[in-house]
C-alpha cells in the first residue's frame, strides 16, 4: 500500500514561509498528486495539485502565494508557501488528486500566529 509522510509544519508568523514536504512509499509518482488542508471545523479541502505532465492548479485563496512542485525521482512532492496568513493555519496533507482513504497520512501542522 501506498503510504504518505508529510513534515514541515510549524510556528510561523503572518507574512513568513515555509516548505512543506510529502514522502511517498510504494509508488513513483506515477500520478496526480495534490496538497489539501483540514482547519478546525472544517472539511478537507485540495489547495494544490500537480499532474503527471506538471501542470499546476490551485484553490483561490491560495493563489500567487504557494508553490506545487514534484521530484518524481525521489518519491517527493513539495509545497512551498508564503504570504502566510492566519486562515492558513490548519493540518497539511498529501495525497493523490484522485485519493483513496487508506492512502491519508497523519498530517503536518501549520499554525500561523499574529
Known amino acids: 500500500q501506498v503510504q504518505f509522510v508529510e513534515s514541515g509544519g510549524g510556528l510561523v508568523q503572518a507574512g513568513g514561509s515555509l516548505r512543506l514536504s510529502c514522502v511517498a512509499s510504494?509508488?513513483?509518482?506515477?500520478?496526480?498528486m495534490g496538497w489539501y488542508r483540514q482547519a478546525p471545523g472544517k472539511q478537507r479541502d485540495l489547495v494544490a495539485g500537480?499532474?503527471?505532465?506538471?501542470?499546476?492548479n490551485y484553490a483561490a485563496s491560495v493563489k500567487g502565494r504557494f508553490t506545487i512542485s514534484r521530484d518524481n525521482a525521489k518519491n517527493i512532492a513539495y509545497l512551498q508557501m508564503s504570504g502566510l496568513k492566519l486562515e492558513d493555519t490548519a493540518v497539511y496533507y498529501c495525497?493523490?488528486?484522485?485519493?483513496?482513504?487508506?492512502?491519508w497520512g497523519q498530517g503536518t501542522q501549520v499554525t500561523v500566529s499574529s
Open positions: 495525497n493523490f488528486l484522485n485519493p483513496l482513504d487508506r492512502n
Open positions: 510504494g509508488t513513483r509518482y506515477i500520478s496526480g
Open positions: 500537480i499532474t503527471t505532465g506538471g501542470n499546476t
